[in-house]
């Protein structure tokens, strides 16, 4: 019998490393900016209310425009959108590496965003068509799948070296020879679908309510921050963004062909699976969020130091993720490992509600990321697969979008929600204090304490839903041994 490893062509292994080139981009960007923040922040002259929407407005517009991107690659062509979404997220970053103003740079990270939307969807496809099935598609899922998650532990490395010895601006240019070099390894090796459907429609009306939803709630969050939860202008987006998001909702149950058909979040295991990325993404992203303002600017780390510092994270997360995660959760289910997965990572950021003023890496930090890294290894495979699982062939691709659109609203509604929450507290202990720089250091150590209990509360609330919801026993899809499907991989 013919060996299928050995005849498959070469270039397959080319496509998969322009692929893995453009995930690798997407991937470290919602993290390559968090140690370049305090940077960023000192040189362009912004506020602290204002300073989370340098990576909510990438994750933001990311997580919005998922749904119709995987839309836009089945009429258009996976080869086509996959080019011109690297085209895109490159000039956006150079732009972005240019901006002279804090709403240049906010828009260009919009951009990137945008693109980035374009890119994932699309490369997720390039990848299943490239590799059909057998021990070449489990190794090709492995590589994509590692790279998509150490993304993260690059991304705060790479960043802090960038700052450090480069500028901040790096941490947007790098993008552009990333991007150039997996244009050309498209260009060569990659072929035009010839599944392009030209009379599917797509729901544009869809798209730009969830999209305006989505921007009001995370707008009128952030907002609170600089002028109170009862301003008029909060008050107002966060209620139009409900009311859009609740329209939303009520036209894709009423079309015909909806942007996300309701079945696919209906059923009540992909409903457990979705709450648990949403769940453990929000978390995640508020305690980095915090965690590199707080050793920046409290305990005085350079960015290099600080993306040093964050490594036990990401390499414990990847190391559970790939090798530990899967195996307990095909001999246990997903209906305690995720909600074990959470609850770790929330004891391990009731562990960070200890720091001071004074640097004690190894007795605060480096337990809580190593713990952190544990839980949500533990909790993100298994929520991912039970996300997808049992959904009918059509909705594959808008399942697989849902996936990442979860992780990535669930990153920018909390960071906007508890920043704007610690900046609040800020200001509030700030109140008939003599104003030196020890009460200063006092009073951003307080929000940032405050920012972690809401985050541990965040986890411990999604253990609690997702063991509520969660079936009992192991899925079936889960005990299969067969490769993973695209659906199951993740963005970090």
Do not use: C
């Amino acid at each position: 019998m013919a060996n299928t490893e050995t005849a498959a062509p070469p270039r397959r292994w080319w496509i998969l490393a322009t692929i893995a080139i453009a995930q690798l981009m997407v991937a470290l960007d919602s993290t390559v900016m968090n140690v370049a923040l305090p940077s960023v922040q000192s040189e362009l002259d912004f506020t602290d209310g204002s300073r989370t929407w340098i990576i909510t407005a990438y994750t933001l517009a990311f997580g919005s425009l998922l749904l119709l991107s995987g839309r836009l690659a089945d009429r258009f062509g996976r080869k086509n959108v996959f080019i011109i979404g690297l085209i895109g997220f490159a000039i956006a970053s150079g732009v972005g590496g240019a901006a002279d103003s804090f709403g240049m740079l906010v828009a260009s990270r919009a951009v990137q965003g945008a693109f980035a939307a374009l890119l994932a969807p699309a490369a997720l496809s390039l990848l299943t068509t490239t590799f059909s099935g057998g021990r070449e598609r489990a190794r090709a899922f492995g590589i994509y799948a590692s790279i998509g998650i150490g993304g993260s532990a690059i991304g705060l490395l790479l960043g802090g070296v960038l700052t450090e010895y480069l500028s901040w601006r790096w941490t947007m240019y790098i993008n552009v020879i990333f991007a150039l070099v997996a244009v050309a390894g498209a260009f060569i090796f990659l072929r035009s679908s010839h599944q392009v459907r030209a009379t599917s429609r797509i729901d544009v009306p869809g798209a730009v309510l969830v999209s305006a939803a989505l921007f009001g709630i995370v707008f009128g969050i952030s907002n609170a921050a600089e002028d109170g939860w009862d301003s008029p202008l909060t008050f107002g987006f966060l209620a139009g963004g409900v009311v859009l998001l609740a329209v939303f909702v009520v036209m894709q149950a009423r079309i015909a062909n909806p942007l996300l058909p309701l079945r696919v979040v209906l059923d009540r295991g992909r409903g457990a699976g979705l709450l648990g990325m949403f769940f453990a993404a929000a978390g995640m992203f508020a305690v980095v969020f915090f965690t590199v303002y707080y050793v920046q600017g409290v305990l005085g780390y350079t960015a290099l130091q600080s993306g040093i510092a964050f490594l036990p994270l990401p390499l414990t997360l990847i190391a559970t993720a790939v090798v530990i995660g899967p195996r307990l959760s095909r001999r246990f289910g997903p209906r305690l490992i995720v909600p074990v997965g959470l609850a770790i990572s929330g004891i391990s950021v009731l562990l960070m509600t200890r720091i001071g003023v004074d640097d004690n890496y190894a007795l605060y930090l480096l337990p809580t990321l190593v713990l952190l890294g544990l839980g949500n290894g533990l909790a993100f495979p298994p929520s991912t697969s039970n996300s997808t699982l049992g959904v009918k062939p059509e909705d594959a691709g808008v399942a697989s979008a849902l996936v990442n659109t979860t992780q990535q609203v669930g990153g920018s509604i909390s960071v906007a929600a508890l920043n704007t929450i610690a900046t609040t507290a800020a200001t509030a202990f700030l109140v008939g204090k003599a104003v030196t720089p020890a009460v200063v250091a006092d009073a951003a150590v307080h929000s940032y304490v405050i920012g972690y209990w809401w985050a541990a509360g965040l986890f411990f609330a999604g253990a609690i839903v997702v063991a509520a919801l969660s079936r009992s026993g192991v899925p079936a899809g889960l005990r299969d041994p067969q490769p993973e499907p695209e659906a199951a991989i993740i963005d970090l």
